[in-house]
């Protein structure tokens, strides 16, 4: 449906509905950020180079700032936010602190989603492939060394 210059998309963020009227220009992070008031995906280099800004859509890591949000019509959506509670943190957040794995945190929520969606994927055997993986994922303070660990500690566990 088009409404002055808007569509209607339909998507399940974080397990809740949402229904957003939107310029057919809005990336997905825009969307999260400026229309959800998801803040936790981070919009980093805004090209699709730095990884800050991913979601996993579908299960699938994607990156919100090269996806339009009316692409993701009907999709499930989870972010950062969807991932895990303070009462209830995820595995891969528990690890990432025990592993000392984020010095100024702003890449932390697009590692943690990437993470996620590549274990899910089955892929990672070793620490080599998981730095291959996670190589779209950057982060610049240098932590990549605690990143690995907590991601190589949770896939260990199968959990």
Known sequence: ????????????????????HLKPWVSLLDALRHSLKLTGTKKGCDHGQC??????????RVLSCLTLAVMKDGAEITTIEGVG???NLHPLQRAFIKHDAFQCGYCTPGQICSAIGMIDEGKAE???DVRDLMSGNLCRCGANRGIINAIMEVK????
């Open 1 to 20: 449906m088009t409404e002055n210059n808007h569509q209607t998309v339909q998507f399940t963020v974080n397990g809740t509905a949402q229904t957003l």
């Open 51 to 60: 990884g800050a800004c991913t979601v996993l859509v579908d299960g699938k």
């Open 85 to 87: 509670s303070a009462e």
């Open 126 to 128: 070793s620490r080599e």
């Open 156 to 159: 260990n566990a199968g959990l």
